[in-house]
């Protein structure tokens, strides 16, 4: 079982930037594309950005363009670098793979943005 360590978060004003990490476990992590998810409060969790093992990259119409994925497979970690943050990108945000959650989540990292 692979456990997932995100940090990073924080308060940001709108056009504000920050970084998220998202550290994982266990040997197989190189194997899978990892994603990105968001939950606002009240909404269901959805990918907002996903990377494949071999780094091809995707990204919902919401982010796109703002957002950038990224992956480091000797490190094990996975990137959210947000730029132009939007106050509707106010959510905890989570790592796992990007088919679905196939590990258990782990404790998300809240960004706020507001002025």
């Known amino acids: 079982q692979v456990q997932l360590v995100e940090s990073g978060g924080g308060l940001v004003q709108p056009g504000g930037s920050l970084r998220l990490s998202c550290a994982a476990s266990g040997s197989i992590f190189s194997l899978y594309g990892m994603g990105w998810y968001h939950q606002a409060p009240g909404k269901q969790r959805e990918l907002v950005a996903a990377?494949?093992?071999?780094?091809?990259?995707n990204y919902a119409d919401s982010v796109k363009g703002r957002f950038t994925i990224s992956r480091d497979n000797a490190k094990k970690k996975v990137y959210l670098q947000m730029n132009s943050l939007k106050p509707e990108d106010t959510a905890v945000y989570y790592c796992?793979?990007?088919?679905?959650?196939?590990?258990?989540w782990g404790q998300g990292t809240q960004v706020t943005v507001s002025s």
């Open positions: 796992n793979t990007d088919k679905g959650p196939l590990w258990s």
């Open positions: 990377i494949s093992s071999r780094g091809t990259t």
